[in-house]
């Protein structure tokens, strides 16, 4: 068994914890995006999109907010093809 940087456990574990880090930045700022709570979201509560002032810090802050959810969908999915690519690496 030879240690390599890009071994299939190392690909592997790269992968859930993008995928970890993915989830945790979808759960933290798309709730935080839609201002409606965790259990309300749980719950399967229709929600909607309210800006209730049209200030620059406050579309300031959902741009960086929106961004850092999309990059959350983004590693989620990377993580997820980097755990399936690990399983088809020869060991």
């Avoid at 810090?57 to 989620?76: D, K, Y």
Wanted: aromatic fraction near 8%; glycine fraction near 6%; proline fraction near 3%.
């Amino acid at each position: 068994m030879t240690w390599t940087f890009l071994s299939k456990n190392h690909i592997s574990t790269a992968g859930v914890v993008m995928a970890t880090v993915g989830a945790c930045l979808l759960w933290y700022f798309v709730s935080d995006v839609l201002q409606v709570t965790k259990k309300d979201i749980l719950n399967g509560k229709p929600v909607t999109l309210i800006i209730p002032d049209n200030t620059p810090e406050l579309r300031q802050r959902l741009h960086v907010h929106t961004f850092l959810a999309r990059l959350g969908v983004f590693l989620t999915l990377c993580g997820g093809v980097l755990q399936v690519m690990s399983t088809y690496m020869s060991d």
